[in-house]
């Protein structure tokens, strides 16, 4: 399975942009690019999710590189309630149906 | 609505007791699955259920059963716990098997700890 890597820790200033990068160097053409973030003591909740061209949702962001092999999670204002581990994974349309989660980053929000 | 519920959420065992940890979804979702999280780490897919009546082994099935009793419900079994089965386990689920809208929808977690 082609693996993600992303920073340990990032910190943000309440109501400014964040912008969380993932690298996917070894990215194939039918792997789907899924972010996740889990908040302290919760289960992990869905954010945002692409395959080759940049998406909006409601929550975030998602820009995806050319070449697809990196990609950037963008908080458009973050608030203290953006304080959380974000996962950025790879779905193999043909492998199994889980999600194999890294070690994700740690958001830290400044008031 | 409330989404996936999962019970109990805390749990202490000693080492050889069993139990089940119930996980259920009122979203009328086909596909569940139960993921294990170790202290500091990502989750880890335990088993899954793609559809009712049918469940497959995901990356750390060793010392756990599961049961898909019904749509709604998925139960995971620890027949005989171990210490190194200490974690916090997710249930989740999501409305259709694919990978290109998958959202998947987590409970609360069950924090057990083995002795």
């Known amino acids: 399975d082609a693996k993600t890597t992303q920073p340990n820790s990032m910190e943000s200033n309440e109501e400014e942009p964040v912008h969380l990068p993932c690298n996917h160097s070894?990215?194939?053409?039918?792997?789907?690019i899924h972010w996740y973030r889990q908040l302290p003591s919760q289960g992990p909740e869905y954010v945002i999710h692409?395959?080759?061209s940049n998406v909006n949702n409601r929550m975030a962001s998602l820009a995806i590189a050319e070449d697809r092999k990196s990609s950037t999670l963008i908080l458009h204002r973050a608030t203290l309630r953006d304080a959380a581990v974000y996962y950025c994974?790879?779905?193999?349309?043909?492998?199994?149906?889980?999600?194999?989660f890294g070690s994700g980053t740690q958001l830290t929000v400044l008031p | 609505n409330a989404g996936v519920t999962q019970t109990p959420k805390f749990q202490v065992l000693k080492t050889g007791q069993s139990m089940t940890l119930q996980c259920a979804q009122d979203?009328?979702?086909?596909?569940m699955y139960w993921y294990r999280q170790d202290p500091g780490m990502g989750l880890r897919l335990i088993y899954y259920?793609?559809?009712?009546?049918?469940?497959d082994k995901g990356e750390v099935p060793n010392g756990y059963n599961v049961s898909r009793l019904n749509k709604r419900e998925f139960s995971l079994r620890l027949e005989s716990a171990a210490p190194s089965q200490t974690s916090v386990y997710f249930c989740?689920?999501?409305?259709?098997?694919?990978?290109?809208?998958?959202?998947?929808?987590f409970g609360p977690g069950t924090r057990l700890t083995v002795l």
């Open positions: 989740a689920s999501s409305e259709l098997d694919r990978v290109d809208y998958n959202e998947q929808f």
């Open positions: 070894t990215i194939s053409g039918t792997d789907y």
């Open positions: 692409g395959l080759t």
């Open positions: 994974i790879l779905r193999d349309s043909g492998s199994a149906r889980q999600l194999t």
């Open positions: 979203m009328n979702h086909n596909s």
């Open positions: 259920s793609a559809s009712e009546g049918t469940t």
